[in-house]
């Protein structure tokens, strides 16, 4: 397995194009490469169709996917501003790859699992990788994840919401030679490949955990038997100054989503937003569906709090048994991270090889990230989600 990356912020997408192209070339040496990932800024958005071409022709054995994004990221360096392409390539023996596309037309309810099967095209063993790149306008990226969820359960799905266009039709999805401007494209990776995720929210917990005593869909109505606004008055005056204020701004709710579980991590929590409040009642309305005796526990977010949270998880990863640096890698980081959040330039992309050392890595700012948490994919928010590419054994 190969994977380079190279990134060009060159105006003109044909230009750009063969600029990284050529870098590309020189990192794969004689591999020819079995897939290769556009990301390219809105700046080249017209150019997507001859960039599909030109790269069709270059590398004609590779699949061709990607989209339009915010900012892109290839070469482990972040393009937020200005005209910028990323290519990411991977020669991948004994490695399966395709691709397909849906729209809402061609979509399938959530528990139609054969008919998920027929679009994807694969069965569901032995369990296939999925890549997914969604257009926020026109796709309904909660069903396409549940569906996929049921189709192919335990396979790891990752990716991100096109981003860039300002309203529907301006983002742009390509897939084999073909340009979308609606929907959803996916690749299917299956063979000797393994997918390790890494889904940081750059959340930290404050207060303690506690227990969903009363809710209805996704209205908190009890917690530990009390009324939550009550909780979070009782956790404000604890707080120092700084936390104080971040939760004016920055507050939110983790949930625990293995019911099975005695003990869970912070970085386990699926982190949602609070929507609302009822003064009278002290219930509290959450983005996402409760359950009875549920362990939630409140979450603060900020650029100190994101920074630890993924070196936490990077660490972590490093010390899992399937360490070791990845052959190549993607970062799918919401266009509310970079140098916005942070103060500076590649931020992300820096704690990535300060923490597991370089590697190909590619991807691009999204409108909403796509990872797995505790078993589940979910659609997320101010998240940067990295899919590590490593070879696999293939048994019978």
């Not at 700084?242 to 991590?265: A, K």
């Not at 590649?346 to 948490?373: Q, W, Y």
Request: proline letters at 7%.
């Amino acid at each position: 397995m190969r994977w380079a990356s190279t990134l060009s912020c060159l105006p003109g997408g044909a230009a750009a194009f063969e600029e990284a192209a050529a870098a590309l070339e020189g990192q794969l040496g004689a591999a020819a490469p079995d897939l290769l990932l556009v990301f390219a800024s809105p700046e080249h958005a017209p150019d997507c169709q001859r960039i599909a071409d030109l790269a069709r022709r270059r590398f004609p054995g590779a699949l061709l996917a990607g989209c339009t994004g915010g900012g892109v990221i290839g070469g482990a360096r972040e393009a937020e501003e200005g005209p910028a392409l990323s290519l990411t390539a991977a020669a991948l023996p004994g490695v399966a790859v395709s691709g397909f596309h849906v729209d809402m037309s061609s979509m399938p309810p959530p528990e139609a699992v054969a008919a998920w099967r027929a679009v994807v095209g694969r069965e569901p063993e032995p369990q296939p990788k999925l890549l997914l790149l969604a257009d926020p306008f026109t796709m309904d990226a909660g069903g396409l994840i549940a569906g996929l969820d049921r189709a192919y359960p335990g396979s790891p799905k990752f990716g991100g919401l096109a981003s860039g266009g300002r309203r529907p039709g301006e983002n742009r999805l390509l897939l084999g030679g073909d340009l979308h401007r609606t929907g959803a494209v996916g690749v299917v990776f299956s063979g000797d490949v393994a997918v390790d995720t890494v889904i940081a929210q750059g959340c930290r917990p404050v207060g303690k955990p506690m227990l969903v005593t009363r809710c209805s869909g996704g209205l908190l109505q009890e917690l530990d038997g009390r009324p939550p606004l009550q909780i979070l008055t009782e956790l404000h005056a604890s707080l120092d100054e700084r936390d104080r204020e971040l939760m004016g701004h920055s507050l939110f709710l983790g949930l625990e989503m293995r019911e099975e579980r005695v003990e869970y991590q912070p970085g386990e929590l699926l982190v949602r937003n609070l929507l609302g409040a009822d003064q009278e009642s002290g219930a509290i309305a959450i983005g996402a569906e409760l359950r009875p005796m549920q362990v939630v526990q409140f979450m603060l977010r900020d650029a100190r709090t994101a920074e630890e949270d993924l070196q936490r998880l990077l660490d972590r990863h490093r010390r899992s048994p399937a360490a070791g640096r990845p052959a190549g890698a993607l970062l799918f980081s919401c266009v509310g991270r970079g140098a916005g959040l942070f103060g500076c330039a590649d931020h992300d992309t820096g704690l990535f090889e300060e923490r597991l050392g370089p590697a190909p890595l590619g991807g691009f700012f999204c409108n909403g990230e796509i990872g797995p948490v505790a078993g589940t994919t979910f659609l997320h928010g101010y998240t940067s989600a990295f899919a590590l590419f490593r070879e696999a054994v293939v048994r019978p």
